[in-house]
């Protein structure tokens, strides 16, 4: 990512980072519907449970953020560190949210 020189190229990193923030808080919502209900059917019925979906529930979360918050170090700006913390949790959610639309 290029260090921000000019106020043009701030607002467009805003716009930026706006945008994945929004993909990312509506992709949240819907994962956490989705596992809402298998955690629901978990509890009425383990037999059935998607061990595997409520497995990676954590782990999954713990990585994103792992990554982000290692690559934020190494960011120049504000807007730069959290675009950096940013993109691996919006790319794990949204890859959950397609995931889950198929299934």
Not at 9 to 18: F, G, H, P, R, Y
Not at 28 to 54: C, F, H, Q, T, W
Not at 69 to 81: I, K, Q, Y
Request: glycine share 4%; with cysteine.
């Amino acid at each position: 990512m290029k260090l921000t020189t000019t106020p043009f190229d701030c607002l467009i990193q805003a716009m930026d980072v706006s945008l994945l923030w929004s993909e990312t808080l509506t992709a949240s919502a819907y994962v956490l519907s989705r596992r809402a209900n298998i955690l629901y059917g978990a509890a009425e019925n383990p037999l059935k449970a998607d061990m595997a979906e409520i497995g990676r529930m954590i782990p999954e979360k713990m990585d994103a953020f792992g990554r982000g918050l290692a690559d934020m170090g190494r960011a120049e700006t504000a807007l730069d560190a959290a675009e950096r913390l940013l993109k691996p949790v919006h790319a794990a959610v949204t890859a959950n949210a397609r995931r889950l639309r198929r299934s």
